[in-house]
């Protein structure tokens, strides 16, 4: 496997475990509850992730498909990628960012079913990655609405940023709702 590829798909695996660890943090009967009236549940938080994965997975499909129909050729790099975009802001909490109405999580979402359908996006990007293996994927590019034109390891990159941003915040949810179990065994 390219070298960059391994990189890539090692920080997605790094991400999902991560995410996987702040699910679990969140009790079973209260990843469907939202801890704020403005907020998202962490399985609506899940669902965006679900989104947002699976139409880059489209993408990426498409484009690397294109590109070995047009005979892209190798790629001769094999230097890092993961820091060629800002991770750390795509991550940062500290910025609101507010998803437009296609990219947001439908009200009643249950916590078991959309963590299957994100394993499963998972699944379908891995294989759409493989596919473009030791192709110059650095070569192939597509707008994002914030970060403008990227390529497409910095596409794998970002699926990766985002969920750290939404990990967080899933620990957030957690923190909260075991901060109002400690408060709630305190006063009785």
Same mark, same amino acid.
């Given at each position: 496997m390219h070298p960059r590829i391994q990189e890539v798909l090692?920080? !997605?695996d790094s991400t999902r475990s991560d995410l996987s660890n702040a699910v679990e943090a969140v009790s079973a009967n209260r990843r469907e509850e939202r801890p704020g009236a403005d907020r998202w549940s962490a399985a609506e938080v899940l669902e965006h992730l679900a989104i947002i994965e699976g139409r880059v997975t489209q993408m990426v499909a498409a484009k690397i498909g294109a590109a070995k129909a047009? *005979? !892209? *050729?190798?790629?001769p790099e094999t230097s890092s990628i993961v820091d060629s975009i800002d991770r750390k802001r795509i991550?940062?909490?500290?910025?609101?960012?507010?998803?437009?109405d296609l990219l947001r999580p439908l009200a009643e979402t249950e916590a078991t079913a959309v963590w299957s359908t994100l394993q499963q996006s998972r699944t379908r990007l891995r294989e759409a990655v493989v596919a473009g293996d030791g192709l110059a994927l650095s070569e192939i590019k597509h707008a994002h609405p914030v970060l403008g034109l990227i390529n497409l390891y910095q596409w794998l990159v970002f699926v990766g940023s985002h969920e750290a941003r939404h990990t967080a915040q899933i620990q957030e949810i957690a923190r909260e709702f075991d901060g109002h179990s400690i408060a709630k065994a305190e006063a009785t």
């Open positions: 090692e920080y !997605l047009s *005979g !892209l *050729g190798p790629d991550a940062d909490r500290s910025r609101p960012v507010t998803a437009p």
